[in-house]
């Protein structure tokens, strides 16, 4: 009888130990889990934070506090811009000034881009026999101040749209210490790019062009420019280092070293 007796008490205990240190596996293996889970989704929010944009301001901004501006490793600077406009009665032409263009700038991996946007450059007619044309000149220069980095590739891309006769275009010129190159993009090729003598210093000049010609088939032309982006493709042993931390990376490294925090501790006191 006792003998019985502590045998079903043997095989209880059994089956609670059993039971406690399944729910105590279990446990621990849903905050490694969910602590994985979480640090995986901060490095992709990180990642896509890398490539945020930046906002230098209009260019006016940026050419009357020092002319200059830094994305990472590269410095653009000594920018100029030059317009002009014409327009037959009843047409219209705007070129924008330096105050009505904003400039960003982007890092992507080895890809930096800087961007002129939210402007217009426009020319467009109501009628037959109307003409319109606006012309914009931007020019600056691009330094890259690591020394064991530089500029190889050069691509461009503009926002444009062209309806009835005329054209919206951008010639540009790249030239460097040793070499020159051209691109040129339009309406209907708006992404170009080529491949450049590698070089730390390049001067850029964007000369952008929309004409309006109104006919009797096609009286209304309208011809525009919204945006004109510039990315440089960078060579060297390494990519460039991460910006300084936003408070939103920040908060979230902060919740990772907590949860982690929390995990060891709860493991601790489980197996305590």
Known sequence: MLVSVTRKLTVAGSRQFRTILLQRVA??????????AFVALVILCTKSALAATIDFGTLQHII??????????????????????????????????????????????????????????????????????ADLTIMFDVAVTDPLRGIDKVALDITAVNTGLGHSLLDESIIGPTSTAAL??????????TAVAQTRTLHIIKDANVLAVGRSATPAANATITEISQTFHQFGPHHPPPPVPEPASIVMWTLVAFVSGMAIRRGQTTRA
């Open 27 to 36: 446990t621990n293996v849903m905050l490694r889990c969910f602590h994985c």
């Open 64 to 133: 009357d506090h020092g002319n200059s501006i830094t994305l990472g490793d590269k410095q653009f600077s000594d920018f100029v811009l030059t317009r002009s406009s014409f327009a037959s009665p009843g047409a219209t032409a705007t070129a924008p000034t330096a105050s009505q263009i904003e400039v960003q700038g982007e890092i992507s991996g080895d890809f930096y881009k800087i961007t002129f946007t939210n402007f217009t450059l426009q020319a467009a007619t109501t009628a037959a026999g109307q003409r319109a044309q």
């Open 184 to 193: 040129h993009a339009n309406e209907t090729t708006p992404s170009v790019n």
